[in-house]
């Protein structure tokens, strides 16, 4: 629909065209009782992203649709006629969301009526087992139906290209230009060939669990603490297929799921945000493991591809690691593990995200192993994987949001070889008589104690986006001289692909793709970034600030120390007023 058409006629133009009678009927009873979520729903087409479509559910171009959903699914359907010789394969996957599986089944109906051939899921997975099934099948695309984390009322729609990875450039702009082409639902071929369409299900996830299986470094240690006390919940989420028998595999029999969210249920009925990040979603399980005095409590969101971690602090107490703390569990694991079994090589790497805490450099540096930083999100790594290819060795990557890579035969975020991996690495501290937490603490002492923080300001409809862009031309046309008490060194502008040092002037490239995010480097190591968010509709800032760790005992009064010290930037950057 051209965007010179104004709300209400959009809105009469599915009343009056060829949209389903329920759809027209949830349209006229929002005329009745909420005109203004209809104009919400109305007021723009949902946009297709670099990483597709992500909205609330609902009728209205603004929103997640089976018609948005076909007309995405037609223009990235007429993409990979371009770039790829027929026969074209599809792999098509969804999660435990509301209408997740209608939505799979919309998007194969599309792709077999373009006569591309369709591997469906027979039901829900986790996200990263289409990934994995994108390179095993040999698919020259993918899609999976998820929101990841968001609430109930979202869902989304994720476009992946040949090598399991989500869309990166020049493809992503390609594909939402062939989107942005179908203009009406009469552009989209609904109606597919039903021979086109395989089932697939048991023969990929076995062929994905010894895939996770090989990613052990020292299995022996799980067999040696088989009886380490787990618990785990899926959030109601598709973890429930795969964790329990990725773990059960590498011959940990004790583990123990949370009944009430074991479930996949799109309605989340146990948590108000299905988000392992929060500590409500993690309180059902945080219960369990204080009743069995379990040793490690993980949750995964409802596509597996995010794990939250919870341990025992050397007081006893229960605490939910964030996720700068885990990855660098993870990769400090990977690397120690590997070089005490003589598996690094020169070749070896690891990578992160520009956001993601500076300490994985130090660790990564100390052992002579290169650390790569890319802009946020998995498919920059995957695609600095594919660049790698054949010169360097991946070994893991991960960001802060909770998400870890481990190995290249997928290329996207997995909870489930994360939650297999660092249930190894506490037993692995357990056969040394210490705890995770432990083991973080030792990080500390040696590389310096860095504490993390995320604040989001979300701005939502029609002038949410205005003003995000607003406080972003802020901070870059007068960015900050000092921040609480310490000067400015570097401002990183990724837009601008430039970084300029506020004492001497010096200007120098950044050798990253164009990204609308600023970073402030501080004269102390300190550091802020501001990103809006690509998928929801948000600015994230991230804090980061470090000091030295004098000894274990000292820990808790140079934590809060430094949470003070974030609590102080937030203050003076003005943005607890923007919340």
């Given at each position: 629909?051209p ?5 209400e006629?959009r809105?009469q133009q599915w ?15 929002l005329?009745q009782e909420n005109?203004e979520?209809?104009r919400?729903?109305?007021y723009?087409n949902?946009e297709?992203g670099?990483g597709?479509?992500r ?8 929103r997640?649709n089976?018609y948005t959903v ?16 027929m026969p074209i394969?599809?792999?098509i996957g969804?999660d435990?969301r509301?209408?997740s ?5 919309i998007?194969?109906?599309v792709?077999?009526?373009?006569d ?9 997975r986790?996200?990263?087992?289409l990934?994995?099934?994108i390179r095993?099948?040999?698919c020259?695309?993918?899609v ?6 968001n609430?109930k009322?979202y869902?989304g ?9 989500q869309?990166?450039?020049p493809h992503?702009q390609n594909?939402?230009a062939?989107?942005?082409k179908?203009?009406?639902?009469n ?11 395989h089932?697939?299900?048991?023969d ?8 996770v299986k ?6 022996e240690?799980?067999?040696?603490q088989h009886n ?6 899926p959030?109601?989420g598709s973890?429930?297929k795969?964790v ?5 595999q590498l ?5 123990h799921?949370v009944e ?6 799109g309605?989340?009925?146990?948590v108000?945000?299905?988000?392992p ?9 945080l ?5 069995i ?5 993980l949750?995964?969101?409802p ?6 971690v ?5 007081q ?6 964030n996720?700068n703390?885990?990855?660098?569990l ?8 590997r070089?005490e ?7 070896d790497?690891?990578v992160?995200t520009?956001v993601?805490?500076d300490m ?9 192993v ?5 802009l946020?999100g ?8 594919r660049?790698k290819?054949?010169?360097?060795k ?5 960001e802060?949001?909770?998400?870890l ?5 997928i ?8 939650v297999?991996l660092?249930?190894?690495m506490?037993?692995y ?7 995770l937490?432990?083991?973080?603490i030792e990080?500390?002492l040696?590389y310096?104690?860095y504490r993390?923080?995320l ?5 939502k409809?029609?002038?949410?986006s205005?003003?995000i862009?607003a406080?972003m031309?802020?901070?870059?046309q007068?960015?900050?001289q000092?921040i609480a008490g ?5 401002i990183?502008?990724?837009q601008?692909?430039?970084?300029r040092?506020?004492f001497t002037g010096?200007?120098q490239p950044i050798d990253l ?7 402030f ?6 550091k802020?970034?501001?990103r809006?968010s ?5 600015i994230?800032f ?6 030295p ?7 808790r009064?140079?934590w809060?120390?430094l949470g ?6 937030i203050?003076?950057l003005?943005?607890?007023?923007a919340?």
């Amino acid at each position: 629909m051209p965007d010179i058409v104004t709300v209400e006629q959009r809105i009469q133009q599915w009343l009056d065209g060829p949209f389903d009678e329920d759809t027209k009927q949830q349209i006229r009873k929002l005329q009745q009782e909420n005109p203004e979520e209809l104009r919400e729903a109305f007021y723009k087409n949902l946009e297709f992203g670099t990483g597709g479509l992500r909205g609330i559910m609902g009728p209205g171009t603004n929103r997640m649709n089976k018609y948005t959903v076909g007309m995405a699914t037609q223009g990235y359907a007429n993409y990979l006629k371009q770039c790829f010789p027929m026969p074209i394969r599809v792999a098509i996957g969804h999660d435990s969301r509301n209408n997740s599986r209608f939505f799979a089944e919309i998007t194969a109906q599309v792709m077999a009526a373009n006569d591309i051939e369709v591997f469906l899921f027979e039901s829900l997975r986790p996200t990263p087992e289409l990934s994995f099934a994108i390179r095993y099948l040999k698919c020259q695309g993918g899609v999976v139906c998820t929101a990841s984390h968001n609430p109930k009322e979202y869902n989304g729609y994720k476009a992946y290209w040949n090598d399991g990875a989500q869309l990166v450039s020049p493809h992503d702009q390609n594909v939402i230009a062939e989107v942005e082409k179908i203009r009406h639902i009469n552009d989209v071929k609904w109606q597919g060939n039903p021979h086109l369409i395989h089932l697939i299900g048991e023969d990929i996830d076995r062929a994905y669990l010894d895939m996770v299986k090989s990613l052990s470094i020292f299995p022996e240690v799980a067999r040696q603490q088989h009886n380490m006390k787990i618990v785990y919940t899926p959030i109601h989420g598709s973890g429930i297929k795969l964790v329990p028998q990725a773990l059960a595999q590498l011959g940990f029999n004790s583990v123990h799921i949370v009944e009430q969210q074991a479930q996949p249920d799109g309605n989340f009925p146990t948590v108000l945000y299905p988000n392992p990040e929060e500590p409500e979603a993690m309180s059902l399980g945080l219960q369990k493991a204080k009743a069995i005095d379990a040793d490690i409590l993980l949750g995964t969101d409802p596509d597996a591809d995010r794990v939250g971690v919870s341990v025992k602090n050397q007081q006893g107490e229960w605490i939910l690691l964030n996720g700068n703390q885990t990855a660098v569990l993870a990769f400090n694991y990977v690397i120690e593990a590997r070089r005490e079994k003589n598996l690094l090589t020169p070749q070896d790497y690891v990578v992160k995200t520009i956001v993601t805490t500076d300490m994985i450099d130090a660790i990564a540096a100390h052992h002579h192993v290169r650390c790569y930083n890319v802009l946020t999100g998995f498919k920059y790594i995957a695609s600095l994987i594919r660049e790698k290819e054949g010169k360097e060795k991946y070994l893991i990557g991960g960001e802060e949001s909770y998400g870890l890579m481990i190995g290249d035969q997928i290329r996207d975020k997995d909870a489930v070889s994360a939650v297999a991996l660092i249930c190894e690495m506490a037993a692995y501290e357990k056969t040394k008589g210490r705890s995770l937490f432990d083991k973080l603490i030792e990080l500390y002492l040696q590389y310096g104690c860095y504490r993390e923080s995320l604040l989001s300001i979300t701005r939502k409809g029609i002038q949410g986006s205005a003003e995000i862009a607003a406080m972003m031309d802020r901070f870059r046309q007068t960015p900050p001289q000092t921040i609480a008490g310490t000067p400015v060194e570097w401002i990183f502008d990724y837009q601008l692909r430039e970084k300029r040092n506020l004492f001497t002037g010096e200007k120098q490239p950044i050798d990253l793709p164009r990204s609308n995010v600023l970073q402030f480097l501080l004269q102390d190591g300190s550091k802020i970034s501001a990103r809006p968010s690509g998928t929801e509709p948000k600015i994230k800032f991230y804090f980061s600030v470090r000091q030295p760790l004098a000894h274990a005992d000292a820990f808790r009064a140079t934590w809060d120390a430094l949470g003070t010290r974030i609590d102080h930037m937030i203050k003076e950057l003005d943005l607890k007023k923007a919340e």
